[in-house]
């Protein structure tokens, strides 16, 4: 069995100013040196212009920090969007791609996101994949098949690596259970999660290998018994991580 270090990362969305963000990520950094053991990757992903001062705040601590979303290409007109590389030489090791807000808000396609994770391994970061059914897909049954289909076009030309270069992680994130305080059910992830794993290796990656997220409406109270199960390696966690005693729980709720 392949060790899986476990991952629990932060996504502060739209979200807070200079001073605050630097401040939350100085306390966390801070929790992550004083603990006698990290059981986990801790990273934050700040809102773009923060990522510079955040980093810097951090350098030197075990605390990770990531970008929300990147763009594929390289270079170019591409007013408003951020580079791979920009993030990369801003401090950035992991990039969130395919967020259900950003493919609701800005139309993203599975193709997209599979470009966006190619240009995060390129700029040597690891792309955090999300992805995750819709409320009526659910209650049509549709869940697995849909969620089966993200990630084989999303994961698209990301798992035909050597084993030395950079993995992609995987986030499940029903979109219904984002922001809406129902988390779904320690059976409902488990099961989704077992398929995700299978899903991974017929698509020929490392799947033993791959880190398989749980994300929406985690919070200090469902974190340890959702984090216990086995094929869940780790949470995106959104509004509970804007808070730093209640990210804290969550990355301690670890056992
Ligand atoms: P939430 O968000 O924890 O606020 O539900 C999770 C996410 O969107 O990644």
């Given at each position: 069995m392949v060790e899986r270090r476990r991952l629990v990362a932060g996504n502060w969305k739209m979200n807070g100013r200079k001073a605050g963000g630097v401040a939350l990520a100085r306390d966390l950094a801070e929790r992550c040196t004083s603990a006698e053991a990290l059981p986990a990757e801790v990273v934050v992903c700040p809102p773009a212009t923060l990522i510079w001062p955040v980093a810097e705040a951090v350098a030197g601590s075990?605390?990770?920090?990531?970008?929300?979303?990147?763009?594929a290409a390289e270079t170019g007109?591409?007013?408003?969007?951020?580079?791979?590389?920009?993030?990369?030489?801003?401090?950035?090791?992991?990039?969130?791609v395919?967020?259900?807000?950003?493919?609701?808000?800005?139309?993203?396609?599975?193709?997209?996101?599979?470009a966006k994770g190619r240009a995060a391994v390129a700029a040597g970061m690891a792309p955090i994949v999300c992805i995750g059914e819709?409320?009526?897909?659910?209650?049509?049954?549709?869940?697995v098949a849909v969620v089966c289909a993200q990630l084989t076009a999303s994961l698209d030309g990301l798992l035909d690596r050597k084993p030395t270069s950079i993995r992609p992680v995987v986030a499940y994130e029903p979109i219904w259970a984002i922001g809406t305080g129902r988390s779904a059910t320690p059976g409902e992830i488990a099961e989704m999660h077992a398929r995700i794993r299978a899903h991974l290796a017929v698509l020929g990656g490392?799947?033993?290998?791959?880190?398989?997220?749980?994300?929406?409406?985690?919070?200090?109270?469902?974190?340890?018994?959702?984090?216990?199960?086995?094929?869940?390696?780790?949470?995106?966690v959104g509004g509970a991580s804007l808070k730093s005693g209640d990210f804290w729980c969550i990355v301690t709720a670890i056992s």
């Open positions: 075990p605390l990770l920090v990531g970008g929300q979303d990147c763009h007109a591409f007013t408003g969007s951020v580079a791979a590389a920009m993030l990369a030489e801003a401090g950035c090791q992991y990039v969130i395919g967020h259900s807000e950003r493919r609701r808000d800005h139309g993203e396609t599975n193709a997209d996101v599979a819709s409320a009526d897909e659910r209650d049509r049954g549709e869940a490392d799947a033993q290998a791959m880190r398989i997220l749980y994300g929406g409406s985690v919070n200090a109270g469902n974190a340890a018994e959702i984090l216990a199960l086995s094929d869940v390696d780790g949470a995106l």
